[in-house]
């Protein structure tokens, strides 16, 4: 660690002070020998479990052919057949076409790109606590401001942001579903007071908040949406960075609150591992940049192509065989419910636990100093993120506040490892003096 501290800058934060030495399904090693439970998955990164072998396989038979030519040279039918069937698989009855790059943040500087280019115009909109990514124009799309913007400032110009349907902390201080999930249609508010809808090129959203603490909209929020940008001229950007790849239970979680994106972002379980991301949309929004307009040496590199392509069979085989007949998609469904169960046993005991919410295996609670002023407990959500390593689970806070405990497991943990992450996060909980609610007590 000291080694670490001297030779990497502060800047790239680690949550869990160990070093890994080996890993498989939802398990860490590290280098003294330690196991850990990940209920982290690299950030969302691992659905499919850490060296699935199929992955590992596919590998090393890519390994045993070609490490890279740099598509814009000379191609390589990975990368074309990984387009085609995200093409077919993304929600949507239209033709479609999809970019291969390197990380979730690149590929929503392209869905940018792409969404100025076919329409046009220049501004974005983009919503409060959102996460989007580092880069200079993902970060300016990002809502919370330390660590992310200060101090990068400034951020890219027509970018505007909006309030997000967080109920939970609801900006009109209205309440779902009387609302009629006001907070989306006052966009056409925006458009006569902020930004012109004909200067839009872009709305960009998540289906649930990732770093922003797995907020879980209504489905309305993005039936409205969607409208809004077809009357408009819009182009809807759906970030399922963290959302995709089963971890809401279907394989893009739009498909689950039912709308169709003209561009979808994906990346971390993409790649099972390996750095890989997407932008797949409609063909004639991807083919307005002209040739040579988009791309970069390494996108859609041949290992990460072989790596995303057993993925994407694990979740939707070719012969229609579920891989070691697990379903990963209503595995997430299970994991989900189990959580929620387990959760709202600890809301009996502990009014702190404020809110429980999320969407398939994307599971989340935020917690509160006390339920009424719903105050954020950050102090205290530390001090059980890091009550949970010290009995030995991976586990990860979220939210603008940082009092949200997110669940983010490979959805191929066992039951019993998954019970066993519960029962560490509830002493973790109980450790850190909560006030206990007097039913329970
Ligand atoms: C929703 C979302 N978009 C974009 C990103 C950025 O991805 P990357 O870190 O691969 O650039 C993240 C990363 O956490 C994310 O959760």
Same mark, same amino acid.
């Given at each position: 660690?000291?080694?670490?501290?001297?030779?990497?800058?502060?800047?790239?934060?680690? &949550?869990?002070?160990?070093?890994?030495?080996?890993?498989?399904?939802?398990?860490?090693?590290?280098? +003294?020998?330690?196991?850990?439970?990940?209920?982290?998955?690299?950030?969302?990164?691992?659905?499919?479990?850490?060296?699935?072998?199929?992955?590992?396989?596919?590998?090393?038979?890519?390994?045993?052919?070609?490490?890279?030519?740099?598509?814009?040279?000379?191609?390589?039918?990975?990368?074309?057949?990984?387009?085609?069937?995200?093409?077919?698989?993304?929600?949507?009855?239209?033709?479609?076409?999809?970019?291969?790059?390197?990380?979730?943040?690149?590929?929503?500087?392209?869905?940018?790109?792409?969404?100025?280019?076919?329409?046009?115009?220049?501004?974005?909109?983009?919503?409060?606590?959102?996460?989007? %990514?580092?880069?200079?124009?993902?970060?300016?799309? !990002?809502?919370?401001?330390?660590?992310?913007?200060?101090?990068?400032?400034?951020?890219?110009?027509?970018?505007?942001?909006?309030?997000?349907?967080?109920?939970?902390?609801?900006?009109?201080?209205?309440?779902?579903?009387?609302?009629?999930?006001?907070?989306?249609?006052?966009?056409?508010?925006? &458009?006569?007071?902020?930004?012109?809808?004909?200067?839009?090129?872009?709305?960009?959203?998540?289906?649930?908040?990732?770093?922003?603490?797995?907020?879980?909209?209504?489905?309305? &929020?993005?039936?409205?949406?969607?409208?809004?940008?077809?009357?408009?001229?819009?182009?809807?950007?759906?970030?399922?960075?963290?959302?995709?790849?089963?971890?809401?239970?279907?394989?893009?979680?739009?498909?689950?609150?039912? &709308?169709?994106?003209?561009?979808?972002?994906?990346?971390?379980?993409?790649?099972?591992?390996?750095?890989?991301?997407?932008?797949?949309?409609?063909?004639?929004?991807?083919?307005?940049?002209?040739?040579?307009?988009?791309?970069? !040496?390494?996108?859609?590199?041949?290992?990460?192509?072989?790596?995303?392509?057993?993925?994407?069979?694990?979740?939707?085989?070719?012969?229609?065989?579920?891989?070691?007949?697990?379903?990963?998609?209503?595995?997430?469904? !299970?994991? %989900?419910?189990?959580?929620?169960?387990?959760?709202?046993?600890?809301?009996?005991?502990?009014?702190?636990? %404020? +809110?429980?919410?999320?969407?398939?295996?994307?599971?989340?609670?935020?917690?509160?100093?006390?339920?009424?002023?719903?105050?954020?407990?950050?102090?205290?959500?530390?001090?059980?993120?890091?009550?949970?390593?010290?009995?030995?689970?991976?586990?990860?806070?979220?939210?603008?506040?940082?009092?949200?405990?997110?669940?983010?497991?490979?959805?191929?943990?066992?039951?019993?490892?998954?019970?066993?992450?519960?029962?560490?996060?509830?002493?973790?909980?109980?450790?850190?003096?909560?006030?206990?609610?007097?039913?329970?007590?």
């Amino acid at each position: 660690m000291e080694r670490c501290h001297s030779s990497v800058p502060r800047g790239i934060h680690h &949550f869990t002070p160990v070093f890994v030495s080996r890993a498989g399904g939802a398990i860490l090693e590290d280098v +003294d020998g330690n196991l850990l439970l990940d209920f982290a998955g690299g950030i969302g990164c691992m659905n499919v479990g850490h060296r699935a072998p199929a992955l590992v396989q596919a590998v090393r038979d890519q390994l045993e052919r070609h490490l890279h030519t740099c598509f814009h040279v000379t191609p390589y039918e990975g990368y074309v057949r990984l387009a085609e069937r995200l093409n077919a698989l993304a929600p949507g009855d239209f033709p479609k076409k999809t970019l291969l790059l390197n990380s979730g943040a690149e590929a929503v500087e392209n869905a940018v790109k792409v969404a100025r280019a076919y329409t046009g115009r220049s501004a974005v909109i983009c919503f409060e606590d959102a996460f989007h %990514g580092r880069t200079l124009l993902a970060m300016s799309l !990002t809502s919370k401001t330390h660590p992310y913007k200060r101090g990068f400032e400034p951020g890219v110009g027509e970018v505007f942001r909006v309030p997000y349907a967080y109920c939970y902390r609801c900006t009109y201080s209205l309440r779902y579903p009387q609302c009629g999930v006001h907070c989306a249609y006052h966009l056409e508010d925006t &458009f006569r007071r902020t930004v012109a809808a004909e200067s839009v090129a872009a709305i960009i959203v998540e289906p649930v908040l990732g770093e922003g603490g797995f907020v879980s909209p209504p489905a309305e &929020f993005f039936a409205a949406l969607q409208d809004i940008c077809r009357k408009r001229g819009i182009v809807l950007i759906a970030d399922e960075v963290q959302t995709g790849f089963g971890r809401t239970g279907s394989l893009f979680a739009c498909e689950k609150l039912g &709308f169709e994106p003209d561009l979808l972002v994906t990346a971390k379980s993409l790649g099972g591992g390996l750095p890989i991301s997407a932008l797949t949309g409609r063909a004639e929004m991807m083919d307005a940049p002209e040739p040579g307009g988009l791309g970069g !040496t390494f996108g859609g590199n041949p290992l990460a192509c072989a790596a995303a392509l057993s993925v994407i069979e694990m979740f939707v085989p070719s012969d229609g065989k579920k891989v070691g007949g697990l379903d990963l998609s209503s595995r997430a469904g !299970t994991l %989900g419910e189990r959580f929620v169960a387990r959760a709202r046993s600890w809301q009996q005991r502990w009014p702190a636990i %404020g +809110d429980i919410r999320g969407l398939g295996a994307m599971q989340a609670i935020e917690l509160v100093k006390e339920p009424v002023t719903r105050e954020p407990a950050t102090e205290e959500t530390a001090r059980i993120v890091r009550a949970c390593y010290e009995r030995g689970l991976v586990l990860l806070s979220a939210g603008s506040y940082g009092n949200v405990l997110r669940i983010l497991s490979p959805l191929v943990i066992t039951d019993e490892q998954f019970e066993e992450g519960l029962s560490v996060i509830e002493s973790a909980i109980a450790s850190v003096g909560f006030v206990e609610s007097s039913v329970s007590a």
